[in-house]
């Protein structure tokens, strides 16, 4: 018998409530209680939880965003609050934490992990698709496809109208969104974060485009994307507790950008948390339930500071600390398939 607490933490994504039920229907399994902590690192700092049965987390599969809340409160931040969530953690008697996020919620556990509370598993989450160690993060899948179907729907509009969209998606320092979801919809021109924009060789390859008898095209951006001189574009400048600033507006800018050269009628749609939402995908679905049934054996085994991964298709445990060390971000070799269809 253990008193398990789960959280998620960070941006919300599909899949998360597949985890949290698996989490639930598993650890019930074992004779486990589990204790939903509300709104990421804020419930534990706050005291506020909910105990999970099976009827909290019946019919929650297909369901998008998460049942428990989420917040981007990091408890390392202000003065106090680690101690706090230390206190709680000892006074709802838990023996262990399962931690849902992505960079910024991961990389509390892994310090937490050295600063009291040893028994954390992780599982990996987020649309951006940039944790290391794991193949895929769930969430991602979900994203992709709402992207592509955006791109497919902007697509009758550029072609119709004669204009160039450009679609900016999410991504703020990995582009595995705007690039699967460029090779999937068929963009003309895909920018990443990891490769600086040259708005030159952009405005060329849409001229050639264009010579060749087409009079639309497509250039998927992510938000993420920088300038060559090396500028975010950014909403404002506000920071979170994690150090990030909000970004968007790249697209406008490269829009603007796109149309004083070419002279073509340049148009953006921002997709924002659009990619975000919905009903996960059954990849989502699937790679959420088969972590959160993943955590709970690794709590089961007493086996903390690993996250749950897939590799290949096997789901792995590896070290929550080397998950977050650094991004995983788009190889070069992806890129290049992108790039035959560019112009
Ligand atoms: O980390 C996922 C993500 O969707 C990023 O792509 C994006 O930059 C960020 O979250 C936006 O976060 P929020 O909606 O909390 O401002």
């Not at 709402?146 to 204009?163: F, Q, V």
């Not at 009628?265 to 339930?289: C, K, M, N």
């Not at 096997?314 to 890129?335: F, M």
Request: proline share 3%.
């Amino acid at each position: 018998m253990a008193n398990i607490g789960i959280l998620t933490g960070g941006g919300d994504c599909p899949g998360l409530n597949p985890v949290i039920r698996a989490v639930v229907r598993k650890g019930i399994n074992y004779g486990f209680e589990i204790v939903g902590i509300k709104n990421g690192w804020k419930g534990l700092i706050e005291n506020d939880f909910i105990p999970l049965s099976l009827d909290t987390v019946s019919g929650i599969l297909p369901k998008g965003g998460t049942i428990l809340g989420t917040s981007r409160t990091n408890p390392y931040k202000k003065e106090g609050d680690l101690e706090k969530a230390k206190q709680n953690y000892k006074a709802l008697g838990l023996d262990a934490l399962i931690v849902v996020g992505g960079e910024d919620t991961l990389g509390v556990a892994a310090k937490l992990i050295k600063d009291g509370i040893p028994n954390i598993v992780g599982v990996p989450k987020t649309i951006d698709n940039d944790l290391s160690c794991t193949d895929y993060t769930f969430g991602f899948d979900t994203a992709l496809n709402t992207a592509m179907e955006c791109i497919d729907k902007l697509h009758t509009t550029a072609e119709s109208h004669h204009r160039i969209i450009v679609v900016e998606v999410m991504g703020r320092h990995a582009g595995w969104i705007a690039i699967e979801a460029g090779i999937a919809g068929g963009a003309d021109v895909v920018l990443i974060p990891e490769l600086p924009i040259d708005i030159e060789e952009v405005c060329s390859l849409i001229k050639k485009r264009h010579q060749r008898g087409k009079t639309f095209s497509i250039v998927v951006v992510a938000e993420g994307a920088q300038f060559k001189k090396g500028d975010l574009v950014l909403q404002e400048q506000k920071l979170d507790e994690f150090g990030h600033v909000r970004l968007g507006g790249i697209g406008d800018t490269l829009a603007q950008g796109i149309e004083k050269r070419t002279g073509y009628e340049t148009r953006v749609s921002v997709l924002g948390h659009i990619q975000r939402g919905g009903t996960p995908t059954a990849f989502d679905r699937i790679l959420g339930t088969r972590f959160g049934v993943k955590a709970v054996e690794l709590v089961a085994a007493k086996k903390f500071a690993r996250m749950a991964a897939l590799v290949g298709n096997k789901i792995i445990d590896v070290p929550i600390e080397e998950a977050v060390k650094e991004l995983k971000t788009v190889d070069k070799e992806l890129y290049d398939i992108a790039r035959v269809f560019f112009g």
